[in-house]
């Protein structure tokens, strides 16, 4: 079975700061992917790395895949109150079974 | 807004009773996907439709079921509901079957009293 583990489980930080949040595995998934999630609200897709080793810019968010592709990394720049939200890693073996979610990060910006 | 739609939003019933939650997929999308989502568990799958047919199952309850109908829109059914099945249930979808992004709705809160 493949689990998703995410650290710290819940961060709180002033507006300004910088992040980041860590998604690891011990096995290997095809395709890694990050959402945030609002209360109330499903979650919302914010990037897929494919490639180990791939680093994907989304304005003030980085995300990087590892060389291995067993684990992930979200870094934000300069964090806003717009940020807070549950950030959650997922990912799916070679076949696209099984979507695996990790437990998530829960992320508090305050103003 | 993802395109996905789920109905009802809010749901509260009793112990022992079923429910039918329904989601209507993204435009396009042959894909469903089905979760839970509580407090002390997190996201878990539940089960994935492509197409019309099951392609892959995660923790789902043998009370649980779903399908997918011919227009891709599917449903869950849960029976002989039990107080620990109040949580949020989503339904994504995706283009394809495998490794494509999922699309979110926006939830089914059931509460079970």
């Known amino acids: 079975t493949q689990l998703l583990e995410q650290s710290p489980q819940f961060l709180s930080i002033q507006e300004g700061e910088n992040l980041t949040v860590y998604c690891n595995s011990s096995?290997?998934?095809?395709?890694l992917q990050w959402y945030r999630q609002e209360p109330g609200e499903g979650p919302v897709l914010l990037v897929t790395?494919?490639?180990?080793?791939e680093v994907k810019k989304l304005k003030r968010l980085t995300f990087q895949f590892g060389d291995a592709r067993k684990d992930s990394s979200l870094h934000i720049t300069a964090a806003q109150p717009g940020d807070t939200g549950l950030y959650l890693c997922?990912?799916?073996?070679?076949?696209?079974?099984?979507?695996?979610f990790g437990p998530g990060t829960r992320l508090s910006v305050l103003p | 807004d993802s395109g996905v739609t789920q109905t009802p939003k809010h749901l509260i019933t009793a112990t022992g009773q079923r429910v039918t939650l329904r989601c209507s997929p993204r435009?396009?999308?042959?894909?469903v996907y089905w979760y839970q989502q509580s407090l002390d568990q997190g996201l878990q799958f539940l089960i994935q439709?492509?197409?019309?047919?099951?392609?892959a199952k995660g923790n789902i309850l043998e009370r649980f079921s779903a399908q997918q109908f011919p227009d891709l829109h599917s449903e869950l059914n849960l029976s002989s509901l039990e107080l620990g099945d109040s949580a949020l249930y989503f339904c994504?979808?995706?283009?394809?079957?495998?490794?494509?992004?999922?699309?979110f709705g926006d939830g089914t809160r059931l509460s079970i009293l």
């Open positions: 435009s396009g999308d042959l894909s």
């Open positions: 096995s290997v998934f095809s395709s």
């Open positions: 997922a990912g799916s073996n070679n076949y696209g079974q099984n979507f695996v």
């Open positions: 439709y492509y197409n019309g047919e099951e392609r």
């Open positions: 790395v494919v490639t180990g080793g």
């Open positions: 994504a979808s995706a283009s394809e079957y495998s490794n494509q992004p999922q699309h």
